[in-house]
């Protein structure tokens, strides 16, 4: 069953630059690369990387947000 929330919150307003750390940025980079070139990734890095990859989708979310609320 698929339910809905809306929240109501108020954004800082330098919530439009934030992105991923450069080293965590890069870790991200470094798995999917291994995964692209044909390698399987262990499960704790393949965790990681979809931890990573659901980080980033949000602050991408946040900032298209905040950018669309200015």
């Known amino acids: 069953m698929s339910q809905s929330i809306h929240l109501d919150l108020e954004l800082p307003g330098d919530l439009a630059r934030f992105k991923l750390p450069a080293g965590v ?3 991200l ?3 999917l690369d ?5 390698q399987t990734l262990t499960d704790q890095e393949r965790a990681e990387a979809e931890g990573l990859v659901d980080l980033a989708d949000t602050l991408t979310y946040l900032g298209l947000k ?5």
């Open 25 to 27: 940025s890069e870790r």
């Open 29 to 31: 980079t470094a798995l």
């Open 34 to 38: 291994k995964q692209d070139s044909g």
């Open 66 to 70: 905040a950018r669309a609320a200015a």
